[in-house]
């Protein structure tokens, strides 16, 4: 008996210690990848029960988590007895623990707000629950959403990842102060892109200010503009890289001529100098999506109030300046997945927590039933009274979506690495580009 | 009184060595063994991790034979042995004559002297970048206003830099900026390893030297140096493995990018940043097993470089 006793102690405690080490491991050392031999649903958690509240997690980011929890008020008028829990997590980790969530199905949340940047690379994968098949269907509601948004949400093979939330029309502020001096109007700076860099000139030896924050925002807006049918950024549908094709060139070369006549102020955005640049007027544009007026106007440089003006980006160009979906995981609790979808229908396909979201955070509505409110006729003081809305609405329904490759964020990099070589250390642009192209092709198909 | 346990509670002592080892040893498994086992099975597989764990794909030699084609990787491994070696050999040429000046010279506050070399080892990673991020600030850091002071001097003036130097995003400045960091940072621990040898070098021959008309130098390079040689060997071991392995300092340095021309991008962040920035876990592990049989070859080769021509 007593040896039994003994043997049962020693046992508890090797099994103590395991447990522990497992808990901590959890996320790595578990997980079935199927989620055929996933537990049954825990008490509490799920599993209705008559009586009983059902609780939505969604992990979200800054200001998303903010939206989330600005809407539950309403959410809860609707269902009483469905809790709504946020996560917050800062961008990047949120989305690394999305990442890690969805390769060990552990952890994961029944709603996760997902940044376009993110957005593509997860779409790669099968790990997003397909919205396009019942019981959901989405693709009913299609003409609803603003057009560019809901193609980036499809996948090539047609399954719907993700719901659009906010979108983020491009926009070219300018300091119509700075114009004035310099004798330039707006049509000195929208016409054409060279155009564009030659009022820099004058605007630079008018007032001393930059036309740029960073020569590569040319290289960024200029990659964006005039591709081809079927061509992504980087990689056309074959995966064979693009950059040195003339859009590529041209967007070198242009930046290129920005640094040559030192017309940008070569500070990243975000950056101390960055802000101090826009509260001291030491840079005359920025291209940006629509929502940098709203962060202009509450926090980076309240102070200039009026002397900025947005104008649709130079030479026609439309293009995309973030973006953010809401999305569910595939392995999520099954029991959860009908309300966790209504909720993400709740948050994008109502008009009202969109135009709330626009109204509070600057979150530019993918809902176009939202967009025909009066809200979007009213004038903006921080913009000198125009009515800028009208402007960022039309070009939201003039950007188009371009395929994403799952090599995108490495060739990002490659450019940016082979631009700074050109601008800094006057590296031929040939040589850069074909430099790029031999990473890109070994990359790309992997 | 003395304490006993219940007689339940008593582990026999055929069972009491697997209990008691089995903290560690769980722990070691989960946190250790298995990660090591999973990257070698992940350098042999394609995954998308977003998919799930079942979405791995038997791709053979593919990450290996892509990793060794890959410049990055080169780039990488070149970096990383530029950093290992231009701060790993001044450490230990700085450690030696400082550690014996110390032995010597202090008695007293001999253990507080080393106490403050030895801080900036025991310092947060975090903390440090943080500290020489504003040290080598272009326009408002101490170290371009020491030079901007020293410029003013004749004949050294010249030798000096005549603009602001962008230590953390002009290429040239980068990586002298790290090893800077990694030398200050654990030449204190190498100090601490060498006045450990040197305690234990007898007096009696320093004494018989002396007798025999051996000057300090002559004692130095003579008696101190090779009396030092196991106690090099392994400080040298520590340098090369840990020069391989370098991560946090470029990592935070650089915002966890690697720096303009990925110029401080070390091998250790580059495959970091394939796993969780370009999303290629079957590359990165590929990659981290090439850095280990790396590291063990120049391993290897110190060990016969310092071994004794007698063994």
Known sequence: ????????????????????????????????????????????????????????????????????????????????????????????????????????????????????????????????????????????????????????????????????????????????????????????????????????????????????????????????????????????????????????????????????????????????????????????????????????????????????????????????????????????????????????????????????????????????????????????????GQSARRDWREAAGRIRAFPVHKQDAFAREVIDTELDKVLDRDKDIPTALADAQRLLQLRARR | MRLSLPSFLRLSPRYAPYALLAPFLVLFAVFGLFPLLFSLYLAFHSWEPTSGLGAMHWVGLDNFSFALQDEWFWKSLRNTAWLAIASGVPQHLVAIPLATFLHLAFRRWRNAMVGAYFLPYITSSVAIAILFSSLFSTDYGLINLAIATLRELPLLGALLPQAAVDWLNDPDSLKPAIATIVFWRYVGFNVVLYLAALQTIPPDLYEAATMDGAGRFQQFFHITLPSLRPMIFFGVTLSVIGGLQLFEEPFILTGGKGGSDQAGMTAAVYLYRNAFDFNDFGAASAMSWLLFLIVAALTWLTHRAFRRKDD
């Open chain 1, 1 to 384: 008996m007593r040896r039994w006793v003994q043997r049962l102690s020693a046992m508890v405690l090797t099994l103590a210690a395991g447990s522990i080490g497992a808990l901590a491991a959890g996320p790595a050392a578990g997980g079935s990848p199927d989620g055929a031999s996933a537990p049954p649903p825990a008490a509490g958690g799920s599993g209705r029960t008559p009586g009983s509240t059902l609780t939505l997690t969604v992990a979200a980011f800054p200001a998303i988590d903010e939206i989330v929890r600005a809407a539950l008020p309403a959410w809860r008028l609707r269902h009483p007895d469905v809790e709504v829990k946020v996560l917050n997590r800062e961008v990047n980790d949120h989305h690394t623990a999305m990442t890690t969530a969805l390769s060990t199905a552990k952890g994961l949340p029944d709603v996760m707000a997902l940044e376009i940047g993110y957005l593509g690379r997860f779409a790669q994968g099968t790990g997003l629950e397909d919205l396009s098949k019942p019981p959901y269907v989405l693709g009913r509601d299609r003409d609803r959403f603003v057009r560019y948004a809901f193609d980036q949400a499809t996948t090539p093979q047609g399954a719907i990842v993700a719901v659009p939330t906010d979108i983020g029309p491009g926009t070219l502020l300018y300091r119509t102060d700075l114009l004035a001096r310099a004798g330039l109007t707006e049509a000195d700076l929208t016409t054409s892109w060279e155009g564009f860099v030659t009022a820099g000139v004058k605007i630079k030896a008018a007032t001393g200010a930059y036309l740029l924050a960073h020569a590569r925002d040319m290289k960024d807006i200029l990659i964006r503009t005039g591709l081809q049918p079927g061509e992504g950024l980087y990689f056309d549908e074959q995966s064979r890289p693009l950059v040195t094709t003339p859009r590529f060139v041209r967007a070198f070369e242009l930046a290129k001529a920005v640094r040559r006549q030192q017309l940008d102020a070569r500070v990243t955005a975000w950056s101390a100098d960055w802000t101090e640049g826009f509260k001291r007027g030491g840079i005359a544009t920025q291209m940006s999506g629509a929502w940098l007026a709203g962060h202009l106007n509450t926090w980076l440089a309240p102070d200039t109030r009026g002397r900025w003006r947005a104008a649709q980006l130079p030479e026609g160009a439309f293009a995309a300046y973030g973006g953010t979906f809401f999305a569910m995981a595939r392995l999520g609790d099954p029991s959860r997945k009908a309300m966790a979808y209504e909720f993400i229908r709740f948050m994008t396909l109502d008009r009202d927590q969109q135009l709330a979201a626009f109204k509070s955070q600057d979150a530019f509505p993918a809902l176009t039933d939202a967009q025909t409110d009066a809200f979007f006729d009213q004038p903006l003081p921080f913009l000198g």
